[in-house]
Structures are given as structure tokens and as C-alpha cells.
């Protein structure tokens, strides 16, 4: 039996094909993942490992509860903890450190990095070991820095050179001294590091005389555990926490083994739907097998080959095709770990450096995957093949469709349909939270129920095309035919198309309402010209606004200021705003009451006044951040949106509880503009120019804003669509395949169509209209699903949002629907030159 | 050379070989198909053609109709020189000017008996001649089963479609390639009856590849085939007759 499958699996290489080429574009897409997940987290580790070379022990402040429900502050390291800590008999040496943003400008003045990686720290004493210089010599003061080779390499600085930086202020220019190296896992990840000299750093970044963490190095023979047990008798235990460097490298590669595997789950699921749709292939591909050779089939059964032996000879091609798939896939797989490895590398995202980890998992899980998969769909076809009656072996039939009724099927199909419609219409109704699962619950049902429906929607679908296929003539009529012809194999065909369309057309219809809503959300009641605000989301230098209030053809500004305080004794999202412009600035639907900012009054969004039961004039106490509690009345309730919510009072009244003493001045998160000339080119250069051209500071436009949100979804777009896209080039190889297939059944028609008169061109047109038919079938369906779930997921996300709006994608569809022609036409390339250069008289002849 | 007496009479000729020959591979391996053959089928005649097998009477008919290539040689089609043709050209003229029965019917499943039969005519885009197709479909008495799909028929039945498929385009030339092979033996004379009455009462021109005798007898005038030659040539055969000509191939083959 065995050797039978064997030579089976040999005579129809070239129809396995495109089976083994599907289960190997799944396997390689898992090994891939695996691959490069595995080999990023290894260097990371690596990496993560090397940067705790010098601390054998990290000292980090405690933090101390402050009383009264105030919020508390850290104790301070000073200089002093240091000195003791490096007088322990176990250190060798204690090194304080400070960080903070720092933002460095290019030598176009614009930002180096996305803000979000720009760090700056402290150089210590004359030779840092943590910074081993490449050139220059260490800063001494505040107008020397040293940068990081990497950064010094990208904006092509070079000891001697000045640059424009800034901390959060003022913008400085201090002088290069010099270039260290670094195995930061920020900088390798493409952010900038800045060292000053510790002084500056503590000064520039608002900590005078004191320090994050100390770094403590070992002696040679002092183990870090001894060394900790040390600090900890030399250091008043209340005021600070010691960490040996092992078991903070431990916590950093725990740490990146799970966002690693958040990744890795996340690429998994995208291979786990290609591997799905090459299910349906390889289901196709042994259906056709197992029906051509019913009379080979039924002669073994004939001759005393048990049911069994039967369906076993063919799970034994299966695994057979799964193995070859499974070697080619993981050598694909590895090829695919490179090429994303080397991908990131020339985005912005340099990967660290590292060897190439293939885990024997990894090889196991290929293997896994590719047989199980195949010789799992091959397993029907196969129970099938065994149901061949004996008597088969002497009918003169082959290769019957089935016609087999289709009525339990199509039962079933809709009472799945049904179902799925009904509980995703169910969820739409429910609270955002509440409904994911039964719409996820629902949206499986539904796919489930359409894909065993897709025979009975292939013939009204297809039919619905005929006046367009009538055009084509004679090749028109005959591939409209052929596509029905097999309803099971054209429905598992375009299913498998269905699928990849559905998810992305899904996905698209989600992320351009969002995006829309977002958008609106955050333009609509904003009346200002510009937003200013850090790079990197921190709170502005009060300065700012005043620089901006003064600046010519601004008329007027507003922080807004981010608050803590007690609101009738709960916690409440507080913004501080210029109680005088802001009615300028905004223009908020207001709901009730009126839009009053200023003395004792206050405004509320809707959302908040609902939770609170407040309304317009009512009255509420405010706890300060000093503890003062002051009495304020709501004056009215408006409309949030995405930039601004929650209780709006004006700054004048918060100014006199806030204080640097208090620990935290005025947070102001963004400043909002207007200028009388409202948004040009040259007002907002004027603006940065007000601002000293700091590379630290951004100015937008709602425009900025707007394209920000677009890029941020664009860009997840992009990326689910690359990742979608595994499991449409899977779906192209099984619409090849059943075009090979039905080319291969249909020869004897093809060589009489050729013998009484039909050219080589309406062959090659009437296999290229079947593929576009079953291609263009499976896009519809897939559009149709896509756009149903999308439109059902916004109800349940627009249930918190108020501006959600369903934003149909139609140029999107249109290109959808394009693309879904285009691989029609790319599919039938092969069939169609097959079927037209067929040998007219072997294929009549062969019967 | 052996010239077969195969005159041209009064009446003019449909089809036309001359010197045809069909060789198969080179040098030792090289098997000679049709060695020469110049035959002519005149119109609204009925020609059978005959021979053991291996005797090139498939391939005859193959190269005259058009399917297949030769290497030597000339075949016309009334006035249409083949060998000049390209595929394009070639496949036009099957359409346009040959009707052809297949031994396995080769009837389009998913087509009904009248689409099958409309077939040639839906390819050329052509609207097929009303009179004349009930005309042909009254022949072969499928009436009321044009609705029907091939596996809704019978072989018989079916063969009936493929028949009315190849008259219903009025091609110059009928070419059938064993149309009785599958059948039994009524259906076999019913479809016989039909080719032979298209040729008496329409006046169709009919070549026919068979190895039945019986099958032959229907025809006008029988072409003995052996060894890629034309052999012998019989007019008005009879089942008798033709049977005692083949059994002296027989003969022939076990001697030499």
C-alpha cells in the first residue's frame, strides 16, 4: 500500500504542485515568523545583557506615600547615597545617573528620530565605563555633549560641532566634544542618546542634586548577591530598593520574551489563516485525485484491499506532499526570517546584530504544520475514496462530478448563516466591551455558514454575470458553465479567496471609519490654527505659551493643562485652560448651560456630567493638589472630542495651588494657537521661530494633526494588508489549481471545441472567463462579508465613540474587486496556454 | 506509386489528397504513417474507409479534416489548399467547412441537445438556418429532446446530437471517426441510416473511418487501407463483400 501511494504521489507531481506550493507558503510563513522572532529575541537578550555589564547591583529610590490622598514622590538619591554606596568594601565603583528627553535637531534643524527615542543622560567624572569614547574627550559643561556614534553617523556630526538640542525649554547649542559607542537598546533601535556631564544633565533635567539609579560594579570576586546584601546594611532600607544587575537582566529578557511572543502570536495568526486557506486546496486537490483514479480505487478493492487500506494510501500521499511541503517551507521560512530581518533594517527600524536562531522547535513546528495540515484536509477525500464500491473497477465511468444533493448542506449552511447574522446583529446592540465576544462568536459562524453555503450562492452569483459573460460569445457561455459545473470545487476555490477579501475588506471598512471618526473627533470642534506640543508628548515649559502669547499675529492662546485634583472627592481628568481665549479657540457643542471657563466656573463633558449626575449649575468641590479645596460651579456641559474632555477650568483659578515645590509644576500638554492670518507656511515657521526653532517642540496645523492619524492607520493598514496578502497568493494558487484541474478533466471537450472550430484564442478566453468568474465570485462574497463585518464592528466600537460614521472604502473595493480580476486573469495564464496547446486528436481520443 | 483508381467522374470533388504522406520520428525509428496516398472524395458521396488497424486510416481522415499535420503531400478542401494554413486558418475552415463525429460523441455535458447542435454556429457567431436546422433535427428525430443534457440521453440519442451538430452548419465535408464504435447495433444502423440518407436526400459528402463491415455496406464506395497505401477501392459494397475483402488482409497479414 504504501508503495503504491508513493509511486501515486510520483505519477501526479505536476498536480501536487500547487498543492505542495500552498502548504509550503504556510509552513514558511510559520518558520519565518518563528525564525525571525527567535533570532530578534536572542540578540535583543544578547544586547540587553551587555548593557548591564557594569551594574552588578542598581540602587533605585522607594516611594514614599505622601498623606491625605495626595499623590506621593520618590526619596531622592543624592550625591551623598552614591559616596556610600561606593564605600562599601564589595564596590569597585558607584555611578549615579540621570536621564530624560533630549531632543537633538539635524543640521536641517529638524528633529533627529521620532521624539519618542531621543534620551539624553549624564557622562560621570572624566571616564564614564559605560560610554567607552570613540573620539573626543568627556563634556565638562553645560556647553559640551557628547552623541552617540550612531546618531553622529546618521546626521554626519563630527567632533567640533555645534548643535541645536533641547531638554524641554530653552534651545541650547552647545559644542560636540565627543563620540562614545553604546549597546543602549535605544539607540540600537534607532533613537539618539545625549550625554552631559552629570551636573548639566541633573540641572537640564529638572533634578538638581539627585539621581534615578546608582549603578554599583563589583569588585573582581564579589558576587552581586553579596554585594547587595552590602548596600543594603549601608543604605537606609526605607528610602531605597537594590537590585542585583542578574535579576534586572533577567526581568529585561522576561520582558522581551513577552512582547517577543506578543509579535509572534500576532504574525502566527495571519500564517495560521494562510495555512486555512491552503486547506481548501489541498481538500480540492485530493477530491480530484481520489475521483480520477475511483477505478484504480475500486480494482484495489476489488482485490481484497480493505476500506481502510484505501483512505490509508491516500493519507499516506498526503503526508508524503505535507513532508516535501514542510522541507521547502522551512528552507523558505528561514529565508523569509533574513529578508524581514534585513527589511526592518532599511526602515527605521535597525534590528540589533545577531546569529540566525533556527530552535529545533521551529523544525519541529514545520513539520508539524505541513503534514498535519495536509494529510488533515486530505483526510475527507480520502474517507471518501474508501466509499468506492468495487464494482466501480468495471463501469466505464470516471471522473463523475458529484452530484451528491447538496440539500443537507445547504441546510446547514443557513441555519450557520442564520446564526452568525443573528448573534452579530445581537452584539451590535451591546456595549463596546460586552459585544467582542459574541461578535467574534458570530463572525466565525458567519464565515463558516457562507463557505458551506458558497455552492448554492455560486449559481444565482454566477448567473447574475452571464449578460456580461454573453459578450464574449461562445467562450463566454461555456466558461460561465464550467464554472458551475462543480459547485463544491468553484465554491472551495472562491472561498478560499472569500477569506483573505473578507479579512481585509473588514479591516480597511474598520480603519477608514475610525480613522474618519478620529479625524473629526479631533478637528471638528478645534477652532485654533495650531497645536504646539512637545515631540515627545511631555509637558511644554510654561514659557512656551508666554513666548506664543507675545508673538506677532498671534491673537490668541490657550495651555491646555493637564491637572490632578479631587473632584467631590473622586478623581477627575482635569484640564486647566485660558478661561479667556478658549471660547477663541474651541467651539464646542454645547449641551447645556453655557461654555463659561473662568473664576468659580467650570465646564464638563457630557460623559463625565453623566457618570457624576451633574448638570449645569450644579456646584462641586475641588480638592487641589495642595489640598485646598475650593467650591466651583459647573456652568455647562459640552460635547467632547478626541483632544479635549473632561472638566475645563481656567488656569488663573489653578495657578495658585501649583508649584515646583509641590513636585510637579503646571503640565502643559499642548498650547493651542490662533493667528489672525489663520494657517500658512509662513505663520507657522514664524511660530517655530518664536520658539527658538526648537527641535523639540512641534508645531501642527489640524491638517499635521489629520495626516498624523492617517499615517498611524495607513501604516497598520499597510501592514495587516502585507500580512493578508500570504494568505491571497495562497488562494491564487488554488484558483490555478482547480483551473489545472478542470483544464486536465475537460481535455476530451477541449480537443472537440478545437476540432469543430473554436481557436486557440476562445479556449485561452473561455479558461480565462472561468477563472475571472470563480475569482471575481470569491472577491464579491469576500467584499460582501468584509464591509457586513466592518460595518458591525464600528456599531460596536461607535457605541463610545460619538462621531463613529461608517465610511465605505468604494475606491478601496474598486481596487479590491480589480485586483480580484487581475488574479483571475494571472491564474489562468498557465490552464489557458495548457488547455490551447492540448494535442487536439490525443485529447479526443483519450478516454 | 500506387495509383488507386480514383478518377475523377462528372461530379466535382469535395476533398482531395494527393501524394499525401505522414512519416512519424527519423532514421531507425521512423514509421511511415501514409506513404503517398492521393485520394479524392467526390460530392454528396458516402465514403467509407477501411484497413486493419495500423493501416493509417484514422490518420487519413485526420490530415484531410484538417486535425493533424502532414509531411508530404497536398489535401484540398474544395478549393483550399491545407498546407498552407496556419492554425488560425486551419481551425476557421473545420469550423466553417468540415462537420465531424466522434466515436465518444463528445458532446458538451453542460449544454443541452440543441446547444450541442448550434454549437459549430454559436462559435462562428453565426445565426443558424432555422429551416434547415428543424429540417435536420426532424432527420434524426430528436424533436423532443432538445432540452435535454447528454447524460439525460442515450448513447444512441447522443450519437443522434453529434450527427445533427455536424450537418446543422452545412459543411462541405463530413468526417466520422468510427461514429459507430460505441454504439450497439441498432442504435449503430439508426446513425448510419441518418449519414447515409444526409448524403441520398441532402446531398452531403460523408468519409468515415470504420473497421465494421456492416457499417461500411452503408456507404457509396469502401477505401481499403494497409500499410499507410490505398489498397483496393470497392463501389456499392455489401457487409458481405466487404467482410471477405478484409478477411484476405488477414490472410495477408498472417503470412507475411
Known amino acids: 500500500m504504501f508503495r503504491t501511494a508513493l509511486r501515486n504521489v510520483l505519477a501526479h507531481k505536476a498536480r501536487l504542485l500547487m498543492t505542495v506550493l500552498a502548504v509550503m507558503l504556510g509552513v514558511a510563513f510559520v518558520s519565518g515568523t518563528l525564525v525571525f522572532t527567535n533570532s530578534l529575541s536572542a540578540a535583543l537578550q544578547k544586547q540587553s545583557a551587555k548593557g548591564f555589564d557594569h551594574v552588578d547591583v542598581a540602587i533605585t529610590p522607594e516611594w514614599r506615600e505622601a498623606e491625605g490622598g495626595r499623590t506621593g514622590e520618590y526619596y531622592e538619591l543624592t550625591r551623598e547615597l552614591v559616596d556610600d554606596s561606593a564605600a562599601v568594601p564589595g564596590a569597585a565603583q558607584a555611578i549615579g545617573t540621570v536621564q530624560g528627553f533630549t531632543a537633538i535637531a539635524g543640521k536641517d534643524g529638524k528633529l533627529l528620530g521620532n521624539g519618542f527615542q531621543s534620551q539624553g543622560g549624564n557622562y560621570w567624572g572624566a571616564k564614564d565605563p559605560r560610554y567607552p569614547l570613540v573620539s573626543g574627550v568627556a563634556p565638562k559643561n553645560e556647553g559640551e555633549i557628547l552623541i552617540d556614534s550612531e546618531t553622529a553617523k546618521r546626521a554626519g556630526y563630527k567632533v567640533g560641532d555645534t548643535v541645536r538640542m533641547s531638554v524641554d525649554g530653552p534651545v541650547l547649542e552647545p559644542e560636540i566634544t565627543g563620540i562614545f559607542t553604546t549597546d543602549d537598546g535605544n539607540v540600537a533601535a534607532g533613537g539618539s542618546l545625549t550625554l552631559f556631564d552629570t551636573a548639566s544633565a541633573q540641572k537640564l533635567f529638572g533634578k538638581a542634586g539627585v539621581f534615578d539609579e546608582i549603578a554599583v560594579k563589583a569588585k573582581d570576586g564579589v558576587s552581586d548577591t553579596a554585594l547587595r546584601a552590602q548596600l543594603e546594611k549601608a543604605l537606609p532600607s526605607d528610602a531605597v530598593e537594590t537590585t542585583t544587575g542578574t535579576k534586572l537582566a533577567d526581568d529585561q529578557s522576561r520582558a522581551i520574551a513577552s512582547s517577543m511572543s506578543g509579535l509572534k502570536q500576532g504574525l502566527l495568526v495571519f500564517a495560521g489563516i494562510s495555512l486555512f486557506v491552503g486547506t481548501f486546496i489541498i481538500a480540492n486537490t485530493f477530491t480530484m485525485l481520489v475521483a480520477q483514479r475511483t477505478k484504480e480505487l475500486a480494482l484495489m478493492r476489488a482485490v481484497g484491499a480493505s476500506r481502510r487500506q484505501v483512505t490509508r494510501s491516500v493519507l499516506i500521499e498526503a503526508f508524503a506532499v505535507g513532508t516535501v511541503a514542510a522541507v521547502a517551507g522551512l528552507v523558505a521560512g528561514v529565508g523569509i526570517g533574513v529578508g524581514l530581518r534585513s527589511l526592518m533594517g532599511t526602515l527605521d527600524a535597525p534590528m540589533p546584530d545577531g546569529p540566525l536562531v533556527i530552535s529545533p522547535g521551529t523544525i519541529a513546528s514545520a513539520f508539524a504544520v505541513g503534514i498535519l495540515v495536509t494529510m488533515l484536509a486530505a483526510w475527507l477525500p480520502g474517507r471518501r475514496a474508501a466509499r468506492i464500491p468495487p464494482v466501480a473497477a468495471m463501469s466505464a465511468l470516471h471522473a463523475q462530478a458529484t452530484t451528491k444533493s447538496l440539500v443537507l448542506r445547504n441546510t446547514l449552511g443557513s441555519l450557520f448563516s442564520g446564526a452568525g447574522v443573528a448573534v452579530v446583529l445581537a452584539a451590535t446592540a451591546m456595549d463596546g466591551t460586552d459585544g467582542q465576544v459574541p461578535m467574534g462568536l458570530g463572525a466565525v459562524l458567519l464565515i463558516i455558514g457562507v463557505f458551506v453555503l458558497t455552492p448554492l450562492l455560486s449559481r444565482p452569483l454566477i448567473a447574475a454575470a452571464a449578460p456580461v459573460l454573453r459578450v464574449f460569445g461562445v467562450s463566454g457561455k461555456l466558461a460561465r458553465q464550467n464554472s458551475v459545473r462543480n459547485p463544491r470545487r468553484t465554491a472551495a476555490t472562491a472561498s478560499a479567496l472569500m477569506i483573505g477579501l473578507t479579512l481585509i475588506t473588514g479591516m480597511t471598512v474598520m480603519a477608514g471609519s475610525l480613522q474618519k471618526s478620529i479625524d473629526k473627533m479631533a478637528a471638528s470642534a478645534i477652532e485654533a490654527d495650531y497645536m504646539v506640543s512637545m515631540a515627545n508628548r511631555h509637558p511644554l515649559s510654561p514659557d512656551v505659551e508666554k513666548k506664543l502669547k507675545q508673538a506677532d499675529g498671534v491673537t490668541a492662546t490657550s495651555p491646555m493643562r493637564n491637572a490632578y485634583g479631587l473632584v467631590d472627592g473622586e478623581e477627575a481628568y482635569m484640564t486647566g485652560v485660558n478661561g479667556a481665549t478658549i471660547g477663541e479657540l474651541t467651539e464646542f457643542p454645547v449641551v447645556q448651560g453655557a461654555f463659561e471657563v473662568g473664576g468659580t466656573r467650570i465646564v464638563v463633558d457630557e460623559d463625565t456630567a453623566k457618570s457624576h449626575g451633574w448638570k449645569a449649575g450644579s456646584d462641586v468641590t475641588i480638592t487641589y493638589e495642595d489640598d485646598e479645596k475650593q467650591r466651583l460651579t459647573i456652568a455647562g456641559v459640552y460635547q467632547a472630542n478626541e483632544l479635549v474632555s473632561g472638566v475645563l477650568i481656567d488656569t488663573a483659578t489653578l495657578d495658585p495651588h501649583e508649584s515646583e515645590a509641590a513636585g510637579s509644576g503646571p503640565a502643559d500638554m499642548m498650547v493651542m494657537v490662533k493667528t489672525a492670518d489663520g494657517t500658512s507656511d509662513a505663520a507657522k515657521e514664524a511660530l517655530e521661530k518664536t520658539l527658538g526653532t526648537n527641535p523639540a517642540i512641534k508645531v501642527q496645523d489640524k491638517q499635521d494633526l489629520s495626516n498624523e492619524i492617517a499615517k498611524m492607520f495607513t501604516l497598520i493598514l499597510n501592514m495587516v494588508y502585507g500580512l493578508l496578502a500570504m494568505a491571497v497568493i495562497v488562494a491564487v494558487l488554488g484558483v490555478v489549481n482547480t483551473l489545472a484541474m478542470s483544464v486536465f478533466e475537460r481535455s476530451q471537450e477541449i480537443g472537440m471545441l478545437r476540432a469543430i472550430g473554436l481557436d486557440r484564442k476562445g479556449i485561452k478566453r473561455m479558461v480565462r472567463l472561468e477563472s475571472l468568474v470563480i475569482s471575481l465570485f470569491g472577491a464579491v462574497l469576500g467584499l460582501g462579508l468584509g464591509v457586513f463585518f466592518g460595518w458591525a464592528a464600528g456599531e460596536l466600537v461607535g457605541s463610545r465613540m460619538a462621531t463613529y460614521e461608517l465610511v465605505l472604502p468604494w475606491a478601496r473595493m474598486g481596487i479590491f474587486l480589480l485586483l480580484a480580476a487581475v488574479v483571475g486573469v494571472l491564474a489562468a495564464l498557465w490552464p489557458a496556454r495548457r488547455a490551447a496547446r492540448l494535442n487536439m486528436l490525443q485529447a479526443i481520443k483519450a478516454e | ?256
Open chain 2, 1 to 256: 506509386m500506387t495509383t488507386a483508381p480514383t478518377a475523377d467522374r462528372t461530379t466535382t470533388v469535395a476533398a482531395r489528397a494527393t501524394e499525401l504522406s505522414k512519416i512519424y520520428g527519423q532514421g531507425e525509428t521512423q514509421v511511415v504513417a501514409l506513404d503517398r496516398v492521393s485520394v479524392g472524395f467526390r460530392q454528396a458521396e458516402f465514403t467509407a474507409i477501411m484497413g486493419p488497424s495500423g493501416s493509417g486510416k484514422s490518420t487519413l481522415m485526420h490530415c484531410v479534416a484538417g486535425l493533424d499535420t502532414f509531411s508530404s503531400g497536398s489535401v484540398r478542401i474544395g478549393e483550399t489548399e491545407l498546407g498552407s494554413l496556419k492554425d488560425k486558418q486551419l481551425t476557421r475552415l473545420r469550423r466553417d467547412k468540415i462537420g465531424f463525429i466522434f466515436q465518444a460523441f463528445n458532446l458538451l455535458p453542460t449544454l443541452t441537445a440543441l446547444e450541442n447542435i448550434t454549437l459549430p454556429m454559436d462559435i462562428a457567431g453565426r445565426e443558424p438556418d432555422k429551416q434547415w436546422l428543424d429540417t435536420v433535427i426532424r432527420m434524426v428525430g430528436l424533436a423532443d429532446r432538445l432540452s435535454h443534457r447528454p447524460s439525460q440521453l442515450s448513447g444512441g440519442q447522443q450519437q443522434r446530437v453529434a450527427v445533427a451538430r455536424a450537418l446543422a452548419s452545412r459543411p462541405d465535408i463530413i468526417f466520422g471517426d468510427e461514429p459507430t464504435g460505441n454504439l450497439d447495433s441498432r442504435a449503430g444502423a439508426e446513425v448510419l441510416g441518418f449519414l447515409r440518407n444526409s448524403v441520398r436526400e441532402l446531398g452531403q459528402t460523408v468519409v468515415m473511418v470504420t473497421h465494421d463491415p456492416v457499417a461500411a455496406a452503408y456507404a457509396d464506395r469502401v477505401i481499403f487501407l494497409a500499410d499507410g497505401r490505398i489498397v483496393d477501392e470497392m463501389d456499392g459494397p455489401t457487409a458481405d463483400s466487404v467482410l471477405d475483402r478484409m478477411k484476405r488482409f488477414d490472410a495477408q497479414g498472417r503470412t507475411s
